[in-house]
T-cell receptor, first 113, second 115 residues
């Protein structure tokens, strides 16, 4: 089945450590996105990539980094510079146009202690 | 920058009641509009979308939404809700031009349907 796989589902890290969240898709979608979901704040865009080897900052990119070396993969690193990293992180993908909307992964819940 | 407002944060309805969830956006030009639903423990799923044409769009599970350009609104409706509609609903907007496929989401509305 085609879809998006995010791993792990739950992740715990100590404060001050960098952590990388995985996102893989087999939908042959060109574009991929990382959103952060917090209660009462909806989904806020962290980074997005329209094409391999290219990505743009979203609305809340500070403290995060990404790479897009392969079409299928768009990992997100939460760095120690992110002041409030505990959150639910969603990865999504789409065709280059948004005509068919996004396909979302099941998310990773990151807890920093 | 585009912004999306969902003024109803938490809605509680009895089964068979009618539903209307508000969504307003800020950019006044051409936009593409979406409603997504997140059932408890499940992925976000597309309910319906508007790109052009008939401003009344129908989606899955009996949902519909009306695009009113003059009001910058895209409200979601369902004539008779079911307990299984309990979920969080997100409005999303693509636009203005130059934002490519980026979607801006609202803060979400949590719908609780009681038996």
């Amino acid at each position: 089945d085609g879809g998006i796989t995010q791993s792990p589902k739950y992740l715990f890290r100590k404060e001050g450590q960098n952590v990388t969240l995985s996102c893989e898709q087999n939908l042959n979608h060109d574009a991929m996105y990382w959103y952060r979901q917090d209660p009462g704040q909806g989904l806020r865009l962290i980074y997005y990539s329209q094409i391999v080897n290219d990505f743009q900052k979203g609305d809340i990119a500070e403290g995060y980094s990404v790479s897009r070396e392969k079409k299928e993969s768009f990992p997100l690193t939460v760095t120690s510079a992110q002041k409030n990293p505990t959150a639910f992180y969603l990865c999504a993908s789409s065709m280059r146009t948004v005509l068919y909307g996004y396909t979302f992964g099941s998310g990773t819940r990151l807890t920093v202690v | 920058a585009q912004s999306v407002s969902q003024h109803n944060h938490h809605v509680i309805l009895s089964e068979a009641a009618s539903l209307e969830l508000g969504c307003n956006y800020s950019y006044g030009g051409t936009v593409n509009l979406f409603w997504y639903v997140q059932y408890p423990g499940q992925h976000l799923q597309l309910l319906l979308k508007y790109f052009s044409g008939d401003p009344l769009v129908k989606g899955i599970k009996g949902f519909e939404a009306e695009f009113i350009k003059s009001k910058f609104s895209f409200n979601l409706r369902k004539p008779s809700v079911q307990w299984s509609d309990t979920a969080e609903y997100f409005c999303a907007v693509n636009g203005p031009p130059g934002t490519a496929s980026k979607l801006t989401f609202g803060t979400g509305t949590r719908l609780q349907v009681t038996l």
